[in-house]
């Protein structure tokens, strides 16, 4: 009986631990960012080029420039490209200030247990 429960812990926490969000930072908010591009910056959305970007330097480019430049919004968009006519968005990241905002942009869709929130994905780590 003890072995079974501690097999069925083991798959519970196995299980757990290979979900992950699409809120699970790729790179630590200290990780030194590379050397990037504004490309646009708008209230709702900022482009940021960064050239042969990976997984990780666009989520540290992104943590940088939201540290930068969130200043009083309370949501917008931030994505990477590795030219400026890219086709494909490297990471991408969706801020909210407070879960209020969150829930009303998204329709509950966002959650945290912290605010503010980053929400990132990557559709294009590796490239072409």
């Given amino acids: 009986m003890r072995r079974q429960a501690t ?4 798959v519970l926490l ?18 030194k960012p590379p050397a990037y591009t504004t490309l646009k910056d708008s209230s709702r959305l900022a482009e940021l080029l960064v050239a042969d970007a990976t997984k990780g330097s666009a989520t540290a480019a992104i943590h940088d420039w939201i540290a930068k430049n ?3 919004r309370k949501a917008f968009t931030v994505q990477v490209v590795r030219t400026k006519d890219a086709g494909a968005i490297v990471c ?10 969150a829930k009303v942009q998204t329709g509950g869709r966002v959650t945290a247990d912290q605010w503010p929130h980053t929400d990132l994905e990557c559709p294009d780590p590796a490239g072409p």
């Fill in 70 to 72: 969130a200043g009083d």
């Fill in 7 to 10: 097999a069925l812990t083991a």
């Fill in 14 to 31: 196995l299980g757990l631990t290979a979900c992950g969000g699409t809120d699970e930072p790729t790179s630590s908010p200290d990780t």
């Fill in 92 to 101: 991408r990241a969706e801020y909210y200030a407070d879960e209020q905002t």
